[in-house]
């Protein structure tokens, strides 16, 4: 066999192995949001028969659980990131908690804030465009510096937004029509600015791991790793989807 097709050779086995290992990462993401989808309508219909939502006690009930499962989803991530950048020996139980704990979540939201009337809608748009979004990470061949930068100027700007609403609460509190709508339309623009910056946080996720997978093997440790933090992207973006279409349907 000649030098040339040795090469041919290896460069053809790193790309099957490429790809075995995009393929493992998206395949663990489809699961990750099937076992989401189960066990939030699971824990909805529960929800629904032990915890009505006409009962004004429950709601306190409702933002107890949202709070407990947020810190669940924290302390589960971290042992994600333990088990598989630090022993490589997987981190299957986890995120199985992590899952479970986000759709305790997206449960106990759907009840708080009623979401069901935008539910279906806000998870068709955000699965158009998260896999948008995944596409432009696969195929984007420059620097992710700017990307990177405009990432985090669009968060600085939704937080600067956060922080001036919350100088104006005194004057909400005490009536003013003023503070109160500049604070509305500053949290509606501070949302698109969130809906735009997941999109971004995604093309730079993907294209992340497809630089991973171009230049090494990778296990399912780190399989499930990369499957998480696109899963964390597209819960991002349904969350963001779902505000917006909230608010818009509040104003009709």
């Known amino acids: 066999m000649t030098e ?32 989401t989808a189960l066990l939030t309508y699971g824990i909805s219909y529960l929800f629904n028969v032990t915890l009505p939502i006409n009962d004004e006690a429950n709601m306190i009930i409702y933002l107890v659980i949202t709070i407990v499962s947020m810190i669940g989803l924290i302390i589960s991530s971290i042992f994600i990131l333990k088990k598989t950048l630090v ?98 339309t500053s949290f509606y623009i501070a949302e698109w600015i969130l809906l735009i910056y997941s999109a971004i946080i995604t093309i730079i996720d993907v294209n992340r791991l497809k630089q991973f997978a171009a230049n090494n093997e990778g296990n399912n440790a780190l399989a499930i790793y990369f499957s998480i933090s696109l899963y964390n992207d597209f819960i991002l973006i349904l969350l963001r989807v779902i505000f917006v279409l909230l608010r818009n349907r509040n104003n009709n």
């Open 4 to 35: 040339k097709e040795n090469k041919y050779k290896v460069f053809s086995n790193e790309g099957n192995l490429s790809n075995v290992f995009l393929v493992k990462v998206f395949l663990f993401f489809g699961i990750e949001l099937l076992l």
């Open 87 to 184: 022993d490589l020996n997987g981190g299957i139980i986890p995120t199985i908690i992590f899952i479970v704990c986000m759709s305790v979540l997206l449960s106990s939201l759907s009840f708080y804030i009623g979401i069901y009337e935008v539910l279906p809608l806000a998870v068709l748009i955000s699965s158009v465009l998260f896999f948008i979004m995944c596409a432009f990470g696969l195929l984007f061949k420059g620097r992710l510096g700017w990307l990177i930068a405009l990432a985090i100027g669009l968060l600085v700007s939704a937080g600067v937004i956060a922080l001036i609403t919350i100088f104006l609460l005194p004057l909400m509190l005490f009536g003013s029509y003023e503070a109160a709508n500049f604070s509305y």
